[in-house]
């Protein structure tokens, strides 16, 4: 395993922005992760790779708390969260995307937007006001704003859930899956507007995708997944190009 | 057609006592996705607690105060306490817990109060309004109608306008990802236990006037009335549980005045097989599924 350290992230003075030590999580019998270690370095995109069933999903409910590990612990810069509730570690910075669109179906698109909002602004013009600007980030959504969870398309969807995750400005962001049933040109449009936000605001990013072309455009970093365990970890650039690691470990 | 003005003015009155309990158990089924069986006697309960207030201070009012407070409070001890203990893979361990609840319960009502039915007094007549030669409503009726509205427009305000209900919505039907959006989702749970406890203990209060009077068994026939219409209406849907309370209210004032007071429960149970014959899920239900 090779450890990515820019130059301008020392590694001793400040700890990972989030951190997977030893973990090792189980739903029943053999271990899904097993015994894994991955540091990741603020302001980091981190592409999270691998085949169905390799534990992506796993990694990132755990860290998120959906999920408790049998051993091991997450951390984020450097707080231990073994005993943070689900609820209180996106108020420490640490928002799940969650695979399949997860829009509350029955609430519109201002209503999810401000439930993203609830914890982060407890004044109501605080909350307008940042919702507002997830609109100018997100246009199609304004268009959509009355309209319901349910009458939305995939992409508009999951455009949804990432302003909902965004609006409450988090530290660090888990996205499962985002591109799953999404047309080419939605994807790209959203890889770039991850990227974008990534940059402007210093978000870390730890992106689980089965679209590896996709993923690796927009990430610094690719850690690749099998059997609950890290087969590969390299720039992005690197894993992209070399079509030995690829066809090794990506199948492609 | 003096019979029909004043059945219908009763039958809505009645109704929106029982659409008031019905709301209950969609609440506490959107909340904790759970029919509450034991919501009669917890509601009798904080009866026979607002009766006893009415009795210690004279005042009907502090005895309102008493049983909307009793409700929320055995709600929260009682979600707290017992069923959040209880496993959730299926409803049915939820569902018999609270069966056990409503033993104890009356059982506790039993021995504490003796098995006679108490009477109570209204706070208001009790004999019709006559306009223009024809009996309409009683000044009681009239109360238990504004009552009933108020709170259901309350609750709708509640649900549809303000930070809470958006939370208690969104628990309701995704549970998981309003963690993740940082809802604190048991809260949202006992809060739900709370309200809907609090609003069956009212509809229960206002009930048990026009009835024989106050015993442990008072609300079990609203109870029976309640669950048919929140069926009916589909346990998810709050306007369905408003719309179906009217209807059978209605047509139980009709059938007991035009027919007799024994077809009434035929009445009801002839309605509630037609509709899930015709819509299993309910007039007015949503889909079934959680989102997660």
Redesign the interface.
Known sequence: MTEVVTENQPRRTSPPMLSFQSLTVAYTGSPVIDELNLDIQDGAVVALLGANGAGKSTLLRTA?G?LAPRAGRVQLDGQDLTSV????R??LGL??V?E?R??????SVD?NL???G???YRDRSDRNAAVDQMYEMFEPLWRRRMSLGHELSGGERQMLSLA??LI?EPRVLLLDEPSLGLAPRVVAQLMTLLRETADRTGLTVLLAEQNVTSALSIADRGVVLGLGEIVVDAPAADLAADPALRQAYLGF | METFVFLFATGVSRGLVIALFALSLVIIWRAARIINFAQAAMAIVAVFVAFTVVGLTGSYWAGLIAALATGALLGAIIERGLIRRVPHVTPLPGMIVAIGLVMVLQAGLGILFGPEHRPVQAPFSESPFVVAGIPVLSPYDLFVLVVALAVLVGLGLLFNRS?LG??L??SA??P??????????PRMVTIGWMLSASVAALAALLLVPTELGLSAHSADILFVQAFTVAVLGGLDSPIGALLGGLIVGVLITMVTGYLGAGYAPLAVLALLTAVLLIRPGGIFA?KEAR??
């Open positions: 998120s959906l509730a689900v609820e209180n996106v108020r928002a799940q969650p399949g997860s829009v509350v179906t029955e609430l209503e401000h439930l993203g609830l914890w982060r909902r995750a409450s | 930070t958006l939370q919505r969104a039907v995704a998981e990802v309003s963690r993740l959006l940082g809802v604190r989702v949503l989102t997660a």
